[in-house]
């Protein structure tokens, strides 16, 4: 079982950027990575994902301002986030995803937006 950890998080004012990433135990080459976020009060939503073959997708609000990236050497995962906005302030998590085989999700890390 594949166990994951973010890092990168912290405390930046709008508009600066920060480096998400998500460590894992053991390989992640087959898997579907993807980064969800929960703000205070909401839901936890999808974010960012990119598959094992490499196709990135992105919800609408932060298309143009983060990247997902993988190391399947390193078997490490990015988020890549810039012109941060106060909205986009919630605990980021990490998922790891393989159909009838695997599930496995990260502690999170905080990000918070604010001036």
């Known amino acids: 079982q594949v166990q994951l950890v973010e890092s990168g998080g912290g405390l930046v004012q709008p508009g600066g950027s920060l480096r998400l990433s998500c460590a894992a135990s053991g390989s992640i080459r087959l898997a579907n990575m993807g980064w969800y976020r929960q703000a205070p009060g909401k839901q936890r939503e999808l974010v960012a994902s990119?598959?094992?073959?490499?196709?990135?997708n992105y919800i609408d609000s932060v298309k143009g301002r983060f990247t997902i990236s993988r190391d399947n050497v390193k078997n490490t995962v990015f988020l890549q986030m810039n012109s941060l906005k106060p909205e986009d302030t919630a605990v980021y998590y990490c998922?790891?995803?393989?159909?009838?085989?695997?599930?496995?999700w990260g502690q999170g890390t905080l990000v918070t937006v604010s001036s």
């Open positions: 998922n790891a995803k393989i159909i009838r085989a695997l599930d496995a």
């Open positions: 990119i598959t094992s073959g490499g196709t990135t």
